[in-house]
């Protein structure tokens, strides 16, 4: 599947953490868009669509929640559950996010802007996207 762990260098001391994420650094693409979801009500799940082209790198930075990851062939489920963890989902990826703890807050930093034409919305559709059909 092609997504993959990301762990930030933390640095921290009795004041606290810092985490600090640069573009084309520990970042691999240039950041287009920002966005974080939060507030997200128990048992309401996110997501349902994968890209054509988008990557992303998904953190949870407050609280938890789960991912489930989909490439037309295997399906993966991770928890988000550190501030300094996250995943990146590079294109052709289905994705759900659930499980949504009440502090959750999940930061996602996108590769393009927003554009509805990149969005596989339909999950039979994308099963066809991918396998060619």
């Known amino acids: 599947m092609n ?3 990301f762990y930030a ?3 921290g001391d ?12 520990e970042i691999p693409f240039n950041i287009k868009r920002v966005y974080y979801i ?16 988008l990557k992303q790198l ?7 929640c789960k991912v489930l990851l989909d490439d037309g062939y ?7 559950d550190e501030p300094n963890k996250g995943i990146f989902i590079q294109s052709n990826i289905w994705r759900e ?3 949504f703890s009440p502090d959750a807050v999940l930061l996602v930093l996108a590769s393009e802007i927003y554009d509805e034409s990149d969005y596989i919305r339909d999950y039979e559709q994308f099963i066809r996207y991918v396998k060619g059909n």
């Open 38 to 53: 939060y507030d997200t009500l128990e048992g309401v799940r996110r997501g349902f669509h994968a890209h054509k082209e």
């Open 74 to 80: 295997d399906k993966e489920i991770v928890s988000l």
């Open 9 to 11: 260098q933390q640095h």
């Open 3 to 5: 997504v993959e762990w």
């Open 97 to 99: 996010m659930y499980d």
């Open 58 to 64: 998904l953190i949870c930075i407050h609280g938890t």
């Open 14 to 25: 009795a004041r606290g953490q810092l985490v600090s994420l640069e573009e084309n650094k």
